[in-house]
């Protein structure tokens, strides 16, 4: 599994509500029918920063989910409101635990 993971700086905190449903409504699906698509996570962390982090079988499909961001902040015309380039870390998963079930 790989991660790809960016960080977003000098968000608009004005138009921070908007970034978020504009996310869920028109870039999650995107990368929602990726190949190898594992999970996305959004996370808001404050003082003008975000932060994303998103699943993958292979690197290629990381890679692939970093080329369709990019893009969604052209086409959704967000340069204002995400003046930065965003930070990005992506690399192999080496250690992972989730909870596990319980049976009832």
């Not at 699906?29 to 190898?36: A, F, R, T, Y």
């Not at 902040?73 to 992972?96: D, F, H, M, S």
Request: aromatic fraction near 8%; glycine fraction near 8%; hydrophobic fraction near 35%.
């Amino acid at each position: 599994m790989f991660a790809t993971i960016r960080r977003y700086e000098g968000i608009d905190t004005d138009t921070k509500s908007e970034l978020i449903k504009k996310v869920d409504d028109s870039l999650l699906p995107s990368l929602k029918e990726l190949p190898g698509f594992g999970g996305y996570y959004l996370i808001e962390a404050g003082t003008g920063v975000m932060s994303s982090i998103g699943f993958f079988d292979t690197e290629e499909h990381a890679n692939d989910s970093t080329r369709v961001a990019s893009e969604w902040v052209r086409e959704q015309k967000l340069e204002t409101a995400l003046p930065n380039a965003p930070k990005i870390t992506c690399g192999e998963v080496v250690v992972e635990k989730t909870p596990e079930l319980v049976q009832a």
